[in-house]
């Protein structure tokens, strides 16, 4: 699996590189510019990632508007539905407007921080990017 983390604060992204680490190979933006550049030019590549964990509230660029830009160069690259990035939002917001505006962007998932290991991994085995731990 290949990821990217997508957060501004420096803890939660630490956080989010241990959880993910010995799973993926982990690549972090700080920012929603920073992020749509690593997408577009991992896709451009033909190293598309499997996973992006995207906090919204974030300098330069939000994280509502990356992920519209990163479904956006999925769909010129005609990457589409289930063969494009699964999109975990982890983010602070916990309105509903926001968790509902995220999922019709496009997101997969949506976690409400503090970050929580055993929620990121159950998500990740939810979305089909772990395998489900044996009995």
Known sequence: ????????????????????????EVHV?????EAVTAFRSA??????????????????????AALKEIREIEAR??????????????TAMSDSKTIMASFASQCESYIVKPIDKNKILKELRTLGLLKEKAS
């Open 1 to 24: 699996m290949k990821a990217l983390i997508v957060e501004d604060d420096f803890t939660s992204r630490l956080l989010l590189q241990r959880i993910l680490g010995p799973h993926a």
């Open 29 to 33: 933006a700080v920012d929603g510019e």
């Open 43 to 64: 896709v451009e590549a033909g190293q598309s990632y499997d996973l992006v964990c995207l906090d919204i509230m974030m300098p330069k660029k939000d994280g509502k």
């Open 77 to 90: 690259k005609g990457i589409l539905g289930l063969d494009g990035a699964k999109v975990i939002m982890v």
